[in-house]
């Protein structure tokens, strides 16, 4: 380990999803590289397939013997962390460029009272488009407070969201023991009690990827049910749940919105509150399982059923071209072509550099004649003309 305290460090919390993570590691290590910043993976229950990527990104790879959740290892993170920012983000985003150095140059101007720099976070949709609704945002986590830069936001989610440490001086540690939704909420909550605040940078933002099976309506929508319960569960703790009455409104409203409007969206809005009613009915909702609640293709990150297979031939079919290439390149490199008697004319104008040229063509195999005239009067055929005569 470097004795070079780093400027920042980028902690990345996951689950049992490599495919993710690669992506994520690809866009957040060169960034961290030019700044002089660490970045820590924390796997939440140990996969080999997951130390496997963090090694070959050189990020550094610390583990769970079991899965304890994302405070738990927010907190890991935060344990082995050395870095003066703390730069928390989820295993399934993707950061632009200039993410990392406009976190960085917020930190800098900003004052004590800043406890958390946040920026973008924008859904996208691989493999399967999912076709939005203008009256509702995307069914995965997104933020948006802008174009400009602004002091004090409302909150700012843990797929992009930079701790400082006057912050944690302010709120403490992550509660390990809130569960897979509002976990970073809690902890604001407490910061701004604290007289914290939360600060937005428009430059620093991500995109927040599902991909493969992951983006497809029915994984979308049995992800927002298992995320109802816990939701439910969150607003029991905080004293604001709703009335089962009005939870089943809300279900019958999102239903309706799917009918009227021909709207997949207003499909997973459905799940999702029949999540929360069924909690509210059970009145004591199961804890939701990390790395299962949010992703339950079981393929995270890959493409499956007949589109998969499809794919998948595709790709073989171009491994098998580009073999072939290979051979053929290979076999014109051993069997070279014969040796040419080749002439090169040309128009010398002083200072340029045709001594250069001329010492270029003579190392070539080929038997080189150069024919070069000086630049006089006329125009450019008529000095190639003389060159042919």
């Known amino acids: 380990m470097s004795r070079v305290k780093p400027v920042a460090s980028v902690i990345v919390p996951t689950r049992a999803r490599p495919h993710y993570l690669d992506v994520a590691l690809a866009s957040i290590l060169p960034q961290a590289r030019a700044a002089g910043a660490e970045v820590l993976v924390v796997d939440d229950g140990p996969d080999a397939a997951t130390r496997a990527v963090a090694a070959r990104h050189g990020a550094r790879y610390l583990a769970h013997e079991r899965s304890l959740g994302p405070n738990a290892a927010r907190n890991t993170g935060l344990d082995h962390a050395r870095g003066e920012l703390l730069v928390y983000v989820d295993d399934d985003i993707e950061a632009h460029p200039g993410w990392l150095e406009a976190l960085l140059a917020a930190h800098g101007r900003a004052g004590d009272e800043v406890g958390v720099l946040t920026g973008p976070i924008r859904a996208r949709f691989e493999d399967h488009p999912f076709r939005g609704c203008p009256r509702e945002g995307p069914p995965i986590t997104t933020q948006d407070f802008g174009p400009d830069d602004r002091d004090d936001v409302p909150h700012g989610w843990g797929a992009n969201m930079a701790v ?190 045709m001594g250069a040229a001329r010492a270029e063509l003579e190392r070539s195999r080929h038997e080189v004649a150069l024919r070069v005239v000086a630049l006089g009067e006329g125009g450019k055929f008529a000095h190639l003309n003389r060159t042919f005569a």
Request: charged share 30%; glycine share 12%; hydrophobic share 40%.
């Open 164 to 353: 400082r440490r006057a912050g944690l001086a302010r709120a403490g540690r992550f509660d390990a023991a809130v569960e897979q939704y509002g976990e970073e909420e809690e902890w604001q909550a407490r910061l701004r009690e604290a007289g914290g605040r939360i600060a937005y940078v428009a430059a620093a933002g991500v995109d927040h990827r599902r991909a493969g099976d992951d983006a497809r309506l029915r994984s979308l929508a049995r992800a927002a049910y298992r995320r109802g319960r816990p939701s439910r569960r969150y607003d029991v703790m905080k004293g604001t749940a709703p009335t089962l009455a009005r939870e089943l409104r809300v279900l019958a409203g999102s239903v309706l919105h799917a009918v009227r409007f021909a709207c997949p969206h207003g499909l997973v809005m459905a799940a999702h509150s029949l999540g929360r009613v069924r909690a509210a009915i059970d009145n004591a909702p199961p804890p939701a399982v990390p790395g299962v609640d949010d992703f339950l293709s079981g393929r995270s990150g890959t493409v499956g059923g007949r589109r998969g297979k499809l794919r998948r031939a595709a790709d073989l079919f171009a491994d098998l071209e580009a073999a072939g290439r290979v051979r053929a390149l290979d076999r014109a490199a051993r069997s070279r072509p014969p040796r040419r008697r080749v002439l090169v004319t040309g128009v010398q104008r002083p200072g340029r550099l």
